[in-house]
């Protein structure tokens, strides 16, 4: 993955004189236009690359996307991004699916959020602001949500529950393939799927 941040890097570098390409796939279905006219044994001219003091500044930014701590949080479909979580806090909240007014959709974002940001604890301070004491079982219940989401999340960063998961989805995406190439031979009879 870094060479790839890098290839892209150097892509604005190039021009025909001093091309830039070290980094670049050269399979047949490369996104290099200079490697894929190159492969073709057809002739490639450069265009539009960028000044190189543009490119220079922008180093420090490829530097860090190209960081190895920042990379392995994308391993496996992981994700860096902390805002795709948010997300799916609020449209659990407020399905997408289902038209709400924009009241109804900015308080289930600040629930979304704050439940995000604090856990369900927040809820209790909530209510405080709005002068409505929150009882005992409601706080130990919101105590013991908070309590279950951390274990959750500690059970799922586990090396070997990682391990079971990619293995169900091998199993089950060889199950689907197994399902396709059979589905060449099968008519469609009711009931049958």
Known sequence: MQQAIWAIFLHKLYTDEKPQHGFCPSDTDTWCKFKKAELLGEPYHHKNSL??????????VFRDLANSELLKKCLYGGTQ???E?????????VP???????EVLSLGTYDAVSSFNMGNVSKLEILRKMCIEPG???????????????LRAKYYCLQKTKEVRKEKRFK??????????????LEYV????
Request: a positive charge; glycine letters at 2%; one cysteine or more.
């Open 85 to 93: 979580s948010v997300n799916n806090v609020i449209w659990s909240r």
């Open 136 to 150: 005992d079982y409601t706080v130990q219940a919101m105590e013991c949500l908070d309590k279950q989401r951390h």
């Open 96 to 102: 997408k699916k289902t038209f709400v007014q924009l």
């Open 51 to 60: 000044p190189v003091d543009v490119v220079e500044a922008m180093r420090p």
């Open 81 to 83: 991004n902390r805002n």
């Open 190 to 193: 009711a009931g049958m799927f």
């Open 172 to 185: 089950r995406k060889k199950e689907d393939d197994e399902l396709l190439k059979n589905a060449d031979h």
